[in-house]
């Protein structure tokens, strides 16, 4: 049959390709995807209306093949009672938990080993000594695909991390020293291991690959809660590594039911949002801000409706007046009932924390036995009401500034240190996302 290869097939041609372009390039065809999906289908899985693609905003995802058209029920309103669309089963075979970790080779050896290891570090071993032996490898198909590096702060450089939200950088230490001190209580029982390999398994397990695992674990691991064993320590067991299942990409915008079907042994995703056709389909990894999306997943999110800028501790206690005798007095209060975490500027102001505390350490000596009231939510004078706007105000105003000038040192930085550009992107996303925060606040202050 004769191709078309008039005016109107031209047309249709470039309104396909332009399409095609806004909702992402099929990666199906790839080599490394052809295996992994021959891999998952080997183990049960059916093929779903997902193909992986890459897509101009979020990079490496899933788009589907078909329109999916959600529907909630008048006589069902509640979503938690709707089961929703399924897009994807994957049957218990094709999750990595710390089952799988105890039957394979490593197994006798976290059985015997006292003090016992903890699950997370059981499967941060398993996945340095598959990687290790690669081709060799049961689950090379899916170690393939899986990132080099990571985003989250523990890969941070030194630069882009001074370049955090204190809170947040303060966090990110936080998070540097666990993994560090982590894999340093880990290094005798990764000595037990040299009967298994053939190399010094002090460079096998070096810090570098225990990183690797670590974040591979922390950012791309479903929740799937496993009855405690003896041989591990009383840390949570609720790990499990899904592949495939774990390109999808998270918006806050969209509501999905996800669990282990114990009936059907799989881990199944019903999404309660439409999705068009060929258009990338997402999950919600819950009602997480940038930061704490930076912190624990390494991205965040432009627009985000649960972003919020954090007022350290720090930053709130230098605008105490150091001639207040009560104030040792007022951060004690603060202290004991939680009001010093937690204290953020949203898209439409202070928090109802931020200001409760505010309001507090603007109490002047005739007021303070009304401490109560102001935890209450009620108004002490309309003095003290204008002070804690006022003073509030000076701490968006000086956050803002704050913010302005990390941002300029940003612009700095990726000139002149082009090896950090992606990660200075990153701060610099999260520090533009705080900025529109701060100045809707102060206009809304």
Known sequence: MKKCRGRTSRKRRR??????SQCGVNLSHKCEYVCLKKWLKERGYEDSILRPAQFSETGRGLMTTKALQ??????EPRLEHYAGQLIIALPEKCLLTTDTVLNSYLGEYIIKWRPPVSPLTALCTYLIAEKWSHKKSLWHPYLDLLPETYTCPVYLEQEAVDLLPEPLRKKAHEQRSLVQELHKSSKSFFFSLQPLFPEDVQSIFNYSAFQWAWCTINTRTVYMKHSQKECFSREPDNYALAPYLDLLNHSPSVQVKAAFNEKTRCYEIQTLSRCAKYKEIFINYGPHDDQCLLLEYGFVVTSNPHNSVHVGTDTLLKYLIPEDKQRHMKVSILQEH????????GWDGPSWRLLTALKLLCLETHQFTSWKKVLLGDTVSERNGK??????????????????????????LKRDYVHLVNQLTLVEALRMEDLKILLLSAENL
Do not use: M, W, Y
């Not at 939680?338 to 500027?345: I, K, R, S, V």
């Not at 706007?389 to 612009?411: F, G, H, R």
């Open 70 to 75: 959600v529907c909630i029920p008048v006589t």
């Open 15 to 20: 309104n396909q390709s332009r399409c095609f």
């Open 338 to 345: 939680g009001l010093l975490n937690n204290l953020t500027f």
């Open 387 to 412: 002070k804690s706007l006022d003073l509030a105000t000076k701490i968006c105003t000086s956050l803002t500034e704050e913010t302005q000038q990390a941002l300029q040192k940003v612009s700095l």
